[in-house]
């Protein structure tokens, strides 16, 4: 459904893509979990959007809501913008800055900011998060995305997430050898000049 979907919405002119899928999630026992298609739609926008020759946007999960959705940490912030940047997004964007009060669906005691405006713990986190961004982004908006090569970690158990990759990249010339002891997802990135780039990022649970 998500790739037919996606493929009728690609015929459009359109100058970007930006999607949403929000990660951090509790199971029904109330233990924190992982949307079970937090990859798999990564990867599959990622893909589309080289297809097309444009960029890819999407966005950070900063709050809760429901009584599934997880509040995010510091960690998790990061977790999320990093995962992304493997897989050559250039647009951050954040739900919800202020949080909604008229759905009750949606109804968060706190986002970026209290209901009352008053800056929260996760505004000061994703503050922090971007001035560490502005060290590298100016360069890293001019690679492009060419795939992920998912790391299996050896002291972990098998990765679900990465059975529903379609595209996982097995080897590239730039890499001789990778392990680590956690998942690891290793983006391989190009510019106009042909020059590569390597974006890596931790994907242990946040």
Request: aromatic letters at 14%; charged letters at 25%.
């Amino acid at each position: 459904f998500e790739k037919d979907y996606l493929d009728t919405f690609m015929k459009m002119d359109i100058k970007r893509l930006s999607y949403d899928l929000y990660p951090l999630m509790y199971d029904d026992d109330g233990n924190p979990t992982l949307h079970k298609d937090y990859l798999y739609n990564l990867e599959l926008c990622a893909e589309a959007a080289k297809e097309k020759g444009i960029p890819l946007w999407t966005f950070i999960q900063s709050m809760s809501y429901s009584r599934w959705h997880r509040r995010p940490d510091e960690a998790a912030l990061r977790w999320q913008i990093m995962n992304a940047f493997a897989y050559g997004v250039k647009g951050i964007q954040y739900f919800c800055y202020f949080p909604p009060t008229e759905d009750k669906l949606l109804t968060s005691d706190d986002a970026f900011l209290t209901p009352n405006g008053k800056p929260t713990d996760i505004y000061y986190n994703a503050q922090k998060i971007h001035k560490e961004l502005e060290t590298f982004e100016k360069e890293f908006v001019t690679y492009d995305y060419v795939g992920v090569m998912p790391i299996s970690g050896t002291t972990v158990e098998e990765n679900a997430f990465y059975k529903t990759l379609k595209h996982s990249l097995k080897a590239h010339e730039l890499i001789n050898k990778v392990s680590a002891t956690q998942d690891t997802l290793v983006g391989i990135l190009e510019n106009k000049k042909g020059k590569n780039a390597l974006f890596i990022s931790k994907f242990a649970e946040p």
